[in-house]
T-cell receptor, first 117, second 117 residues
Framework: GAVVSQHPSWVICKSGTSVKIECRSL??????MFWYRQFPKQSLMLMAT?????????EQGVEKDKFLINHASLTLSTLTVTSAHPEDSSFYIC?????????????FGEGSRLTVL | SQKIEQNSEALNIQEGKTATLTCNYT??????LQWYRQDPGRGPVFLLL?????KEKRKERLKVTFDTTLKQSLFHITASQPADSATYLC????????????????FGQGTTLQVKP
């Protein structure tokens, strides 16, 4: 199956700093990637849809200036948590579907655990 | 948009028995529904997709049913094994209209299954 890789798998940072998380589709091209956030014992919450070559689409309640998304190529999307605070500590997961597939499965990365001190 | 309900209580069963997990949704019936498995600290892994015109889908020891009248999907694992212990997530497109979905999925909170030897 298709492989999605995330990096880093975990990161600890100080409050006020910015953290970048990378999401790569290793063996397929993804025009669209999705970023989710998951708090302990809770479901995945969709944050935004990352579109290659254009601006990301954010879900209601997600601050676009706080969570910067860049999808510069068909295999890479990045999420930057700017001026991170302890409440941003969470498990961030990206996913992608095969291009053109509206009803297909999503392939998820391994997730990135962010801890803000 | 869509709302998904999964039993938040953990399901504990004995090895060899059949596990049955429930996913209920409100509002409109989706064109398709998916089930994922998530292990602690990992991203979800796709298991099965069932479309609205399919009543049942099987894959090895897994079986999914889709009842659009009851607005419910059941996920069965037969001959369960301790290795099946994980959280199982139900996922749906957020809107009925395909153009609004573009591969996007929203997830239920998941049901944790514990299979005891």
């Amino acid at each position: 199956g298709a492989v999605v890789s995330q990096h880093p798998s975990w990161v600890i940072c100080k409050s006020g700093t910015s953290v970048k998380i990378e999401c790569r589709s290793l063996d397929f091209q993804a025009t669209t990637m999705f970023w989710y956030r998951q708090f302990p014992k809770q479901s995945l919450m969709l944050m935004a849809t990352s579109n290659e070559g254009s601006k990301a689409t954010y879900e209601q309640g997600v601050e676009k200036d706080k969570f910067l998304i860049n999808h510069a190529s068909l295999t890479l999307s990045t999420l930057t948590v700017t001026s991170a605070h302890p409440e941003d500590s969470s498990f961030y997961i990206c996913s992608a579907g095969l291009a053109g597939g509206y009803t297909g499965e999503l392939f998820f990365g391994e997730g990135s655990r962010l801890t803000v001190l | 948009s869509q709302k998904i309900e999964q039993n938040s209580e953990a399901l504990n069963i004995q090895e060899g028995k059949t596990a049955t997990l429930t996913c209920n949704y409100t509002n409109y019936s989706p064109a398709y529904l998916q089930w994922y498995r998530q292990d602690p600290g990992r991203g979800p892994v796709f298991l099965l997709l069932i479309r609205e015109n399919e009543k049942e889908k099987r894959k090895e020891r897994l079986k999914v049913t889709f009842d659009t009248t009851l607005k419910q999907s059941l996920f069965h694992i037969t001959a369960s094994q301790p290795a099946d212990s994980a959280t199982y997530l139900c996922a749906l497109p957020p809107f009925r209209r395909r153009s609004s979905n573009t591969g996007k999925l929203i997830f239920g909170q998941g049901t944790t299954l514990q299979v005891k030897p």
